[in-house]
């Protein structure tokens, strides 16, 4: 193969994007050959945006079968993800995946079961692990330059929302419709980063959502989660959409310093010696390890969305080692659902979680929900 | 009375540094006329520092009646201020009171009973209350400019405190010499400036302390704490004494924007429209209030412990109001004793908290203790 055949699946805004960067000739190897929408609206678009070549369907199962494509990309309503993908797995296609994985873990596991039993190449549209910034951090980690890792916060309450926005969809911010809130539609790039920069998934989780606290919504608007890692490490994750102006600040310490990513910086205040071994080797009472304040260079652009497209299709043509490899998806949903299930348990969740447990929980909060798929 | 004759019992550190400004006649209207130390050492300090007319006592209760002083400065170790406190305010003197109030709000409650029953005037030495930059976020809260509380955000994690410090002495960060660690030897002021700046407690606290995590202590080296307001807004407070170099970082959202001190700078995000009237008005999907980032200026040192005592004079003698009223004491305190207590029950603890319950709690934990007083 030396053209990955492309369809994407869900023309909505992201979708839309996805195709304006690959008509523009952005990613090397790829060649759109099919769209599928459920709209007549989405595929109208498309016949005067994606070019005469590109096939058309309505039924995204048709556009797998057609034998037009190699891989797929899949941007659709996020509870579609999981059974779509597996659509593909079981035709032996590719699969990039937008984020998040889907809605609950039970479905992203049999996702990822999916996956395995393939050789089908499986990414997810994490963007923001393209980010320098969030990669310089990663690089730090990994290094050691952090030393093992004490404490993590992430204030990230800039995800401010008016009622209007939700307004604009009656499946919006709806358990039967998008399956969370902030922590499903705004928040799967930090849930992700947040584990992925320090390779530490939490062993618990003590979370305090708020739903429809800030606007007149069903689901999540508002969280505090407490997490403990398995090190003895503890974290905070807070999150909104209903403050102006909002943080975004991103603070890790380690026992040979701390990193602080706050408006497009990372600044990294060093240690010349580590602290336990400070600790261990002075007499005098008060006083603290020399501590030398750092401001990191931040090389290069975000390559984003066609970053990972373009590693996604290396991978497939070349190999590449993906950067974001699909199964990982499920880690920043665990813990989204983790911060549901432990407010609606009002208790610590273990994890890996209880996925049926959440799946119950979930269902009882679709039946209720103002929103029906039927509609 | 032109002139309060003081007493100062108690000659650790802060003792001695009292008598030092107040001999450099930095304080108006007082003189200081009697010390009290328990140990020898402390008033030979005192035979040569503190002025040959300066009556030295190995007893307090014998400073109290000896008919010398007006008012007495408490600068004794934490669990001994209720009880010096009530026997100043049985014999109707005055009290300056050293952070904290005490060690359990059992304690602190029966000393604010006493205080009720006299005309005393009872002050805590809350010298962080006079720091301007405090000032100046109490005053934008105050005046309006931040609107209704929506969050509150501390990150209080430079304490750094090595073993060698927690060596130096064998009640140190021990249940019975000193009754707590983190919260109640660090962090007095940072508990009462939360609470004190928003004129706001929480109405109940989800903690997660760790004891002895980072150095080998009996009590807490490591807190997270997490808050609701009656109003519905929400809090967290992080601390430790055992991350270099550590954060000192207080974020206060309301609904009219956002304060950030940090650095000894504040900086206030200040919207145009408050949050909820451009909600209640933007049609536009996605979009936010216009923000002004705004410098603070910060004007004026800050007094600090001589700025008390002088209000706490000046209010003797002109009946200037408190800066820091005794009574207050019990809020931080009770902040404290409400993180420890929901850890040790690993649940919620409304407030105000269960006094009773939390000092059975401590005096289990003083009974395990390694230090005993009678050493």
Request: contains cysteine.
């Amino acid at each position: 193969m030396s053209v990955v055949r492309l369809g994407i699946i869900g023309l909505g805004n992201m979708g839309k994007g996805h195709i304006g960067y690959i008509k523009r000739g952005e990613v090397n190897g790829v060649k759109l050959t099919a769209v599928s929408d459920s709209a007549p609206s989405g595929l109208e678009w498309a016949k005067e945006h994606a070019g005469e070549d590109v096939a058309l369907f309505s039924d995204p199962y048709e556009l797998m079968d057609s034998g037009l494509v190699d891989g797929v990309l899949i941007a659709t309503p996020h509870y579609s993800h999981p059974e779509l993908a597996i659509a593909c797995f079981e035709r032996n296609l590719h699969v990039l995946c937008e984020k998040p994985a889907g809605v609950y873990t039970k479905q992203v596991r049999e996702m990822n079961d999916a996956a395995a039993r393939t050789d089908a190449v499986f990414s997810m549209m994490y963007n923001q692990r393209t980010n320098p910034l969030y990669q310089k951090l990663k690089d730090l980690v990994d290094s050691g330059e952090l030393g093992e890792i004490r404490r993590t916060n992430w204030i990230i309450t800039n995800w401010y929302r008016s009622q209007s926005y939700y307004d604009s969809g009656t499946w919006r911010a709806t358990w039967a419709g998008e399956g969370g809130g902030v922590l499903l539609n705004q928040d799967p790039h930090q849930l992700d980063l947040w584990q992925w920069t320090i390779n530490m998934m939490p062993k618990r989780v003590r979370a305090f959502c708020y739903f429809g606290k800030h606007r007149n919504i069903e689901v999540e608007d508002d969280v505090t989660a407490f997490v403990e890692y398995e090190n003895g490490a503890t974290g905070v994750f807070v999150t909104t959409t209903g403050e102006a102006p909002g943080t975004n600040r991103l603070e890790i310490s380690g026992d040979r310093g701390k990193v602080v990513i706050e408006d497009n910086k990372l600044t990294f205040w060093r240690l010349r010696v580590s602290e336990p071994e400070f600790n261990a080797t002075y007499k005098g009472g008060f006083g603290q390890p020399e501590c030398w304040k750092c401001e990191i260079p931040i090389q290069g652009v975000n390559p984003d969305h066609k970053g990972i497209t373009q590693n996604w299709v290396n991978a497939i043509l070349h190999g590449e080692q993906l950067i974001a490899p699909g199964e990982e998806g499920i880690k920043g949903l665990m813990l989204s659902n983790a911060m549901l299930l432990s407010t609606w348990t009002d208790n610590w969740v273990e994890l890996p979680i209880d996925e049926e447990l959440y799946y119950e929980h979930l269902q009882e909060r679709i039946k209720q929900s103002t929103y029906r798929k039927e509609q």
